[in-house]
């Protein structure tokens, strides 16, 4: 299985700042990497597809990047609505695999 | 709009089975890969497995293979899971996911396994 570690593990950022989530594969996932924003009590909602493209609705603040076994995402400016836990999850192979999650929160 | 609605959940003794329903709606259900996500209390999420539109493919994370049935009826627009021999450890959200980008995510289901 590929494992996906995310980094940090927890964030205290404030509103305004530029903010950045790593996540690291043990493995090449070809940008196979999705991001999900995760509030308390809710679902995930997918926030970034294949590495850089932004799903529907989904505010510009948000961006992807990244390669190989190396992904990130940003939040530009942040946001109080940004509040909530981050996972990645690789698609390039079975079975798919889930960061354990940066919990973001407002200093 | 693009709505999945679990059904199914509650609590459940150690040992026994429980089937969960993902009703399905404001999409073409059979032209889409369907899966199963799960995520115990305070944890991290779990992919338990996919189905693709005719069911004729069906992964399962290797770790949960012989516990999870994914199933699917495209006239009624409905995904299954069927768990057996559930245990403590199976206590968790279980969400249906549309596959492809697992671009939408029903609200979960709770399954509490307790004596």
């Known amino acids: 299985d590929i494992q996906m570690t995310q980094s940090p593990s927890f964030l205290s950022a404030s509103v305004g700042e530029r903010v950045t989530l790593s996540c690291r594969a043990s493995q090449n996932i070809n940008k196979y990497l999705d991001w999900y924003q995760q509030k308390l009590g809710e679902a995930p909602k997918l926030l970034i597809y294949?590495?850089?493209n932004l799903h529907t609705g989904i505010p510009s603040r948000f961006s992807g990047s990244g390669s190989g076994t190396d992904y990130t995402l940003t939040i530009s400016s942040l946001q109080p609505e940004d509040v909530a836990t981050y996972f990645c999850l690789q698609r390039n192979s079975w079975p798919l695999t889930f960061g354990s999650g940066t919990k973001l929160e407002i200093k | 709009e693009v709505k999945l609605v679990e059904s199914g959940g509650g609590l459940v003794q150690p040992g026994r089975s429980l089937k969960l329903s993902c009703a399905a709606s404001?999409?073409?259900?059979?032209?889409?890969?369907m899966g199963w996500v799960r995520q115990a209390p305070g944890k991290g999420l779990e992919w338990i497995g996919e189905?693709?539109?005719?069911?004729?493919?069906?992964n399962y994370t290797p770790s949960l293979k012989d516990k999870f049935t994914i199933s699917r009826d495209n006239a009624q627009n409905t995904l299954y899971l069927q768990m057996s021999k559930l245990g403590s450890e199976d206590t968790a959200i279980y969400y249906c996911?549309?596959?492809?980008?697992?671009?939408?995510w029903g609200q979960g289901v709770m399954v509490t396994v307790s004596s």
């Open positions: 404001g999409f073409s259900f059979n032209d889409y890969w």
């Open positions: 996911v549309r596959r492809g980008w697992c671009d939408y």
């Open positions: 189905i693709n539109q005719d069911s004729s493919t069906i």
């Open positions: 294949n590495t850089n």
